[in-house]
């Protein structure tokens, strides 16, 4: 069983910054792909980010076209974190963000267990 939590959501104007936190109760965490997900209303849920362990055993990070450049995802194994910091914030930005336990299926990136989702609100 994994249990994620998120912090760090809010309001920003349009240009700014806002950081997301992600605490997970998963017993082989750094295993695990973790990935960010948002959903606008009256949209679907769309791929965000996501972070994996590759076969080196590093991890190497994945975005969603409309945040590349924009959005950092990353991770703390020894605290069972991942953050997602987001700059140069657009009105489009606006959704619920949620943190997942992520896998692949082909070329997308799919959610197992989800977070309670946290609201993100950029103001042009």
């Known amino acids: 069983q994994v249990q994620l939590v998120e912090s760090g959501g809010g309001w920003v104007q349009a240009g700014g910054s806002l950081r997301l936190s992600c605490a997970a109760s998963?017993?082989?965490?750094?295993?695990?792909?973790m990935g960010w997900f948002r959903q606008a209303p009256g949209k679907e849920r769309e791929f965000v980010a996501v972070i994996r362990r590759t076969a080196m055993n590093t991890y190497y990070a994945e975005y969603g076209e409309s945040v590349k450049g924009r959005f950092t995802i990353s991770r703390d194994n020894a605290k069972n974190t991942v953050s997602l910091q987001m700059n140069t914030l657009k009105p489009e930005d606006t959704a619920v963000y949620y943190c997942?336990?992520?896998?692949?299926?082909?070329?997308?990136?799919?959610?197992?267990?989800w977070g309670q989702g946290t609201q993100v609100t950029v103001s042009s």
């Open positions: 998963a017993p082989t965490f750094s295993s695990y792909a």
């Open positions: 997942a336990k992520a896998h692949s299926e082909g070329r997308r990136w799919l959610g197992d267990y």
